[in-house]
């Protein structure tokens, strides 16, 4: 239920924008939602998770007082996220309640879990001919693909466990990661033998090592909906030093001219955000993965952004 829990999370972002009282309501629409799903078969209240974060919690712990902080250093975020990304939902659910049992940061091991489910963006195959839809070509991953899904949930998992108490805080990190190895294990996909982005052969073709050299090769990618040179060139773009900023203005361009099947902004918001609360090591996976979603979603154009640009022209 990715959009439920986006939902509840941009209510929290909103409050100092919009006032409690209206945030309130964007966050009853989730709960209403969530609520009336709980009778239907197969619902939410019939979900794995159900039993497994009560489990998890009581077995670790995590229901008192929280552990004595211990330190999380790149090998560990590495590690874990790879964890995470490997095993089951159990399994992902226990490896983020035993991070935090140890005391490990919650805001770590928040990364390792976003770096889980970005490598479904990195590694997807694309959408298969069975699964291709008008607007969601043959090899697209952008709109409801199993990694734009994942990245854009455990986001807004990791922002309600930044606004909450460590009680909550430990059920939110637990269920995101339940969610990054569940999408990767029950939608399909083979992504334990998919190779991410970039190849080493993709990247060997770039040439380019000016910063506006790059910022031209990966328009002209992403308007040829070149999924794998655009990777490839934002991620030697990065490799080089450049200034995030000028990548971030491309791609947001197209992040709001597009359509991108109701996910466009958001996972721009999305892979923005956790690259700006990644560490250096890691960070640039996020832009290679919007890289890549952006040059997908490419020559939809987004329903009414061109009467909007006249009336604000006007």
């Given amino acids: 239920e990715v959009h439920r829990v986006v939902l509840a999370a941009r209510a929290w972002d909103l409050v100092d924008l919009i006032g409690r009282e209206h945030a309130h309501t964007l966050l009853r629409q989730s709960l209403r939602y969530c609520v009336s799903d709980e009778s239907k078969p197969g619902g939410t209240g019939r979900s794995g998770a159900r039993t497994v974060l009560p489990e998890v919690l009581q077995r670790h712990a995590l229901l008192g007082r929280p552990p004595p902080a211990s330190g999380a250093d790149d090998a560990w975020i590495d590690a874990t996220a790879r964890s995470i990304f490997e095993g089951s939902p159990e399994q992902a659910a226990d490896t983020a309640a035993t991070a935090l049992a140890a005391g490990r940061p919650p805001e770590a091991l928040g990364e390792a879990i976003a770096l889980a489910t970005n490598q479904l963006v990195l590694r997807d195959a694309g959408r298969s001919e069975r699964d291709a839809r008008p607007g969601k070509a043959v090899g697209s991953v952008h709109g409801d693909s199993i990694g734009v899904h994942a990245c854009d949930s455990v986001h807004a998992w990791r922002g309600l ?154």
């Fill in 161 to 314: 466990a930044r606004a909450a108490d460590a009680r909550n805080k430990a059920a939110c990190l637990i269920l995101a990661a339940y969610q990054a190895a569940y999408e990767r294990t029950a939608r399909g996909g083979d992504f334990l033998r998919w190779t991410p982005h970039p190849s080493p052969e993709d990247l060997a073709r770039v040439s380019a090592t000016e910063p506006d050299a790059l910022l031209s090769e990966a328009d002209g990618a992403i308007r040829d909906n070149d999924q794998a040179r655009t990777c490839a060139v934002v991620q030697r773009y990065g490799e080089l030093g450049h200034a995030s900023r000028p990548v971030l203005d491309l791609l947001l361009r197209y992040a709001t001219s597009e359509d991108g099947a109701l996910h466009a902004e958001k996972y721009y918001a999305t892979a923005s955000e956790e690259f700006a609360a990644a560490r250096p090591a890691f960070r640039w996976r996020h832009l290679v993965a919007l890289a890549r979603v952006t040059a997908s979603e490419f020559g939809q154009r987004a329903p009414g952004i061109d009467e909007a640009s006249t009336l604000l022209k006007g």
